[in-house]
């Protein structure tokens, strides 16, 4: 207990520092507000007292796309004067929208965090046992990093270490600082979860929380992701609230974006094919570092709502482009594509933009899920076997699907290789039959020209015999003229 305390006090120290930075931050930025900056950097400060440890200094490439003209004194205001209501403010909103300062953002999302954990669980308990239960899971981190996990949820834990944000340098080293404390998170969660156990995608979370927050902490805020951003029912066995989100995801495309919904389908592509591990990593799989952490600054204000909102969000702003791609393109673009688009903070600020403006609300949401249960013929969702059995269904249904659809493109793909193949046979046979008019044409003409020759022969072969008639009429009288004379001269 008594190194626990020491470890607080170090803690607040370093946080108390921290908030120095920030305060002298903030003067260099807005100097013709340097007293209120001051002033507001100075109640922060109080405020942080006894509080946990600075958040971890942002890397170049995690604060490059930061913008220049951040709100320095409005932030700074915020923090020192932090009250639950914040979340609904529009400036606040605003703010959000635009990007929490990677400085501030282990503070603001824990703060928001703790607002929305807050709210639900007064609602059901009451305040005093909402404050309670943010203690105790605080308080079990240090006694869960010290037990054993099962030997094959170790054995995956540290499977997916290496796979894990690998680009990161606080993650890249082999056995370092990171890599151990997201190991420590994930092994932690498993044991204080123990129906969820681990999962993957689950190491993307503490991640990006480790990023910019203590240890500690992390686990404290991926805890409420879990329970009070309903976030846990997307790694129970088989999946449950996964499945749902998948198909209330497409009924919102056929809302928002009609046309590539009807595109995808022609296709065969379905929700799971690309939105799954959106979802399970909450975008910060394949995403840029800033556009992961700009995304989740919008889920910590605005919960699942907020997920859903960025994928609509995507696809509003992808939809005439992805609507001329057939299934290769599809699935390529998906794979490598996609994430391209917004590493730039031009193309951030857009895809937020998009988000922003998407008109989804929480009542729409419970709708959708009502309806999802309904269709399925009332199946709890409590009930994991039978969603593991529906899962397994639908994931031969997927596989039948992609393997026909590999097929028909093998097929299209042999198809259009024959009709080349028919193609060129055709041309060669159309210059052939051209190369035949052309002899037939040459072979008329001689013809004529033959029967010409044939008829003047046959006309000089007429006068022949006329003449050689003629000819034999006249030997004939001449004979019988002899014949006369010859009987004459022998009467004499």
């Known amino acids: 207990m008594r190194r626990l305390r020491q470890q607080i006090g170090d803690l607040a120290d370093k946080t108390k520092a921290a908030s120095e930075a920030v305060a002298s931050k903030a003067a260099q930025e807005t100097r013709h507000l340097a007293d209120a900056s001051k002033a507001a950097a100075e109640r922060a400060r109080d405020k942080l007292e006894g509080a946990e440890e600075a958040p971890p200094s ?92 099962e030997r094959a949820t170790e054995e995956q834990i540290r499977k997916d270490l290496h796979r894990t944000m690998p680009d990161d340098p606080m993650f890249s080293e082999a056995g370092g600082e990171g890599q151990t404390a997201l190991y420590h998170i994930a092994k932690a969660y498993s044991l204080y979860d123990a129906d969820v156990g681990y999962c993957q995608g689950m190491a993307n979370l503490a991640g990006i929380l480790l990023l910019r927050m203590p240890e500690e902490q992390a686990f404290v ?43 995808f389908e022609q296709l065969g592509v379905d929700a799971a094919t690309y939105a799954t591990e959106w979802f399970l990593t909450v975008f910060a799989y394949k995403f840029s570092g800033e556009t992961s952490a700009r995304i989740w600054d919008w889920l910590m204000l605005n919960g699942v709502l907020g997920m859903f909102q960025v994928a609509i969000g995507m696809f509003r702003d992808v939809e005439e482009d992805v609507c001329e791609l057939d299934f290769e393109q599809l699935i390529y673009f998906f794979r490598d594509g996609l994430a391209v688009r917004y590493t730039s903070r031009k193309g951030i600020d857009r ?30 969702q409590t009930d994991p076997k039978k969603l593991a059995s529906k899962l397994r269904k639908l994931e031969k249904q997927k596989k039948k699907a992609t393997d026909e659809s590999a097929k028909l493109a093998e097929l299209t793909s042999q198809a259009a290789l024959e009709g080349s193949e028919l193609q060129a046979g055709l041309q060669q046979l159309r210059q052939e039959t051209e190369q035949m008019r052309e002899l037939l ?11 010409d020759t044939n008829a003047a022969l046959e006309a000089k072969l007429s006068t022949s015999k006329g003449a050689a008639q003629t000819c034999a009429e006249s030997a004939h009288a001449n004979r019988r003229e002899i014949d006369s004379l010859r009987k004459f001269n022998e009467a004499v």
């Open 351 to 380: 895809l937020m933009k998009h988000a922003n403006s998407t008109k989804l609300k929480d009542s729409k949401l419970v709708k959708l899920e009502a309806a999802y249960h309904e269709m399925m013929g009332g199946l709890e």
């Open 441 to 451: 044409t040459k072979a008329e003409a001689k013809l004529a020209e033959q029967g």
């Open 221 to 263: 805020v991926l805890v409420q992701l879990m329970e009070q951003y309903d976030l846990r029912g997307q790694y129970l066995p088989g999946m449950p609230a996964l499945v749902c989100r998948l198909w209330m995801l497409q009924q919102l495309m056929r809302e928002h974006t009609p046309v590539l919904c009807d595109h």
């Open 58 to 149: 942002p890397s170049p490439e995690r604060s490059s796309s930061q913008p220049d003209d951040v709100d320095w004194e409005a932030w700074g205001q915020f923090l020192a004067e932090w009250d639950d209501g914040f979340v609904r403010e529009k400036k606040f909103v605003h703010l959000v929208n635009r990007g929490i300062p990677d400085q501030l953002r282990g503070r603001i999302w824990g703060e928001l965090a703790a607002s929305i954990s807050g709210q639900r669980l007064s609602e059901m308990y009451g305040t005093a046992v909402m404050s309670n239960a943010l203690s105790e899971i605080e308080a079990v981190y240090p006694v869960l990093i010290e037990k054993r996990a």
